[in-house]
């Protein structure tokens, strides 16, 4: 059987952080968009990071870290239409667990249990926070069909309300489920 696979979402634009904000570091020096993929890597063995065209040294900081570097050339139509190229990178997956490159506080033990749940059988998962569903989401081999249709800026979000019922919230400690980083101020 197809094992789980973790995506990368490292294609957007930056708009509102000035600047590309995945190659900015963290307090320890290390780039935002390796602390992700690094996170994602210690909880899967097979992560496909998609980026924009011309990143190339976000690709080759992502290849550094083992992640297999997809470019989506539509990429500034939006996050579905490089969810669904990453899907489409990795269909013989059984299951992918979605990750944003500008989400690098989130535990690696909290990736591992929606990667536990979703290997029990969930047909989607998402990690929560006092009571507030987080990321990544993780989504079975049935809804790749749905992903790789997935177009323009919307990523998954009409996916999971329409799949309400389908959704298994994982109670975490975590509170990096939720703490992107839009602007600079968003680091302190």
């Not at 899967?44 to 065209?53: D, G, H, Q, S, T």
């Not at 749940?117 to 989607?124: E, N, P, S, W």
């Amino acid at each position: 059987m197809a094992d789980i696979v973790g995506i990368l979402l490292a294609a957007g634009a930056a708009t509102r952080f000035g600047s590309n904000k995945l190659l900015h570091p963290l307090s320890d020096g290390t780039p935002i968009a390796v602390a992700s993929v690094r996170n994602l890597r210690a909880a899967l063995p097979r992560v496909v990071a998609v980026i924009r065209p011309g990143a190339f040294e976000l690709q080759e900081l992502l290849r550094r870290e083992s992640a297999e570097v997809t470019v989506c050339e539509r990429a500034e139509e939006g996050m579905g239409t490089t969810l669904a190229h990453a899907v489409r990178a990795s269909r013989e997956a059984a299951g992918w667990v979605i990750a944003l490159a500008d989400m690098p506080f989130i535990r690696p033990e909290t990736i591992r249990r929606v990667v536990e749940r979703l290997t029990a059988g969930a047909a989607i998962v998402a990690p929560a926070w006092q009571g507030e569903r987080g990321h990544p989401v993780g989504f079975a081999a049935r809804f790749g069909g749905d992903l790789e249709r997935l177009a323009g800026d919307a990523g998954a979000r009409e996916l999971l309300k329409g799949a309400r019922t389908a959704v298994e919230l994982v109670d975490t400690d975590d509170p990096g489920i939720l703490r992107d980083i839009d602007r600079p101020e968003d680091l302190a």
